[in-house]
């Protein structure tokens, strides 16, 4: 996937009140570089996706559900996280949100669960254990839905 191709999805999923889109090369979180994220500034209005994990969508099913979780944050105006379950209800509502959004604009939401399996394939330790835990949830409102 390539910049232009995410602007255009955005542009698809949230119109012409979108945030802005970043592509990056990196996150600094506790000090540390972080290649592999994509994440809502409210303060900014921007959604920024790492060049890292731009790259490494196959479909624009995939890149759809991330932006649209990001745009799940904005509509949802979260920004902050009470503690370790909270941000699991507040991330499990912006995957809904993406879900939808995708369904609305003609995204098949389901292609989505390719992805989360090559990232689990691509973790280990806690991070396997964090993103299997998250395709399930995703699998889950899929079913739901």
Known sequence: MNAARAANILTILAG?????????????????????????????????ITKLMLADFTNDDE????????????ALHHNWFRNAF?????????????????RDAGYNPKNTLWWFDRR?????GAAWH??????NAVRALLEGV
């Open 86 to 102: 909270h941000r699991q209800e507040v991330e499990r509502e912006a995957d809904a949100h993406a879900i939808r959004a995708m």
């Open 130 to 135: 964090k993103m299997a835990a998250r395709r």
């Open 16 to 48: 012409t009140d979108k945030p802005e889109l970043k592509i990056v090369d990196s996150f600094w979180q506790r000090g540390k570089p972080v290649q592999f994220q994509a994440k809502y500034v409210q303060h900014r209005d921007t959604i920024s």
């Open 120 to 124: 689990v394939h691509a973790n280990t």
């Open 63 to 74: 890149l759809a559900f991330i932006l649209g979780h990001e745009l799940g944050h904005r």
